[in-house]
């Protein structure tokens, strides 16, 4: 197993505008996948009557998103460039599936906002949406690709205009530093601009889109913490036994070690750890791994509940103080609304038991004491109960474990991130 500095990296933006695409180019390109592997792909794209769908078949696994030709569940894959391991989190854009997006970005250490050149694409409400949920998920370092150049003759003109628009009217106001923001041109479909300069676009003097994943910042590992590995999806496999994965935020887990799971409370011994299908004796932060427990069932565990050491268990919130900014809600809220509460990987309903303030985001200052609600654009501060045991860390401790989206009635009506936690007895 390399020993590369490991990112996950998030692709968002919208529904068809190329990350599939683009995660597959990727692939191919770093020889993370075959030439017979992309050739089956190729074959099955044609059979769907999808023309160029093979890059994206690499990620969209199921049967179901290649005929639809669009992504529903995260899908996870590794690839190396010189300085760096990454794994991929390929993102759904689809607005049915922004909950699964969630449970993506919350893992991620860096985010690629894909926005299409190809007219009567652009700057999509998704597009503004995940930019958004990142933003508010703690997402600091973003890469831009503006896809589908080709559709445009590689023009410089139609590149500017989109670049001026998604840095200074999309990303400038959510407090990006957009100086510091790649703004890459590519390819995905005929791999222009993707691990080499492309000579299609002379005009542009940035870095290709490998040599922009190359400048981003390796994120400080957690290892002196208390061990948290959010759990993604339990597994029972035939011969092995249990078998849970997730991403280690914090610690390390050792073959050997005794872990407890919450809220469930159950308690077993780590017996093997892998991560890509190689063994491992020790995980560390960033790495997402799947660990057999020996004495404890499938049924015991799910998505959603933590996974700690004994010395030092997860914290089960009985009520939590949160941050957060409302994106989206028809109306106002006020005390007694009961949302769905998006953390980590755990879905709660969570009812808003007071608003204690209304906050000014530039300067953090409160400006208004309990107010009666809150809208649209507002910034808050309020107390939360979940309706049933879940995890909850403050954002200040475990950052992964304290940023959370609320959704109603399909959209996400706003996200933020955990001040204080009350535990549960």
Partial sequence: MTRKPHLNIVIVGHVDQGK?????????ETGAIREDEL???RELS????????????????????????????????PFETQKYFFTIIDAPGHRDFVKNMITGASQADAAILVVSAKP????????????????????????????????????????????????NTLL???????????????SAQYGENITK????????????????????????????KPLRIPIQDVFSITGVGTVPVGRVESGRLKVGDTVIFEPSGVKGEVKSVEMHHQPMQEAL?????????????????????VAGHPSNPPTVAKEFIAQVVILEHPTSISVGYTPVFHIHTATVAGKIVEIIAKIDPKTGQEIEKNPQFIKKGDVAKIRVQPLKPVVVEKFSE????????????????????????????
Wanted: hydrophobic share 40%; aromatic share 8%.
């Fill in 46 to 77: 044609q059979e769907f009557k999808i023309e160029g769908g093979e890059f994206a078949y690499i990620l969209d696994r199921e049967i179901e998103e290649r005929k639809r030709g669009m992504t529903i569940d995260i899908a996870h894959r």
């Fill in 285 to 305: 932060p960033g790495d997402n791994i799947g660990f057999n427990v020996r004495g404890v069932a499938k049924t015991d565990i799910r998505r959603g509940d």
């Fill in 120 to 167: 009567g694409e652009g700057i999509q409400a998704q597009t503004r949406e995940h930019a958004y949920l990142i933003r508010s998920l703690g997402i600091n370092q973003l890469i831009v690709a503006i896809t589908k150049m080709d559709t445009v003759n590689y023009d410089e003109s139609a590149y500017n205009k989109l670049k001026d628009e998604v840095l």
């Fill in 39 to 41: 050739k089956k792909l």
């Fill in 197 to 224: 300069r492309s000579d299609k676009m002379p005009w542009y003097k940035g870095p290709c889109l490998v040599e922009a994943l190359d400048m981003l910042q390796a994120p400080p590992r957690p290892v002196d």
């Fill in 20 to 28: 599939s695409t683009l995660a597959g180019r990727l692939f191919y």
């Fill in 398 to 425: 475990f950052p992964a474990l304290g940023r959370f989206a609320m959704r109603d009635m399909g959209m996400t009506v706003g996200a933020g991130i955990v001040l204080d936690v009350v535990k549960a007895k």
């Fill in 172 to 186: 400038k106001p959510l407090g990006y530093p957009v100086d510091k923001i790649h703004v890459v041109p590519v």
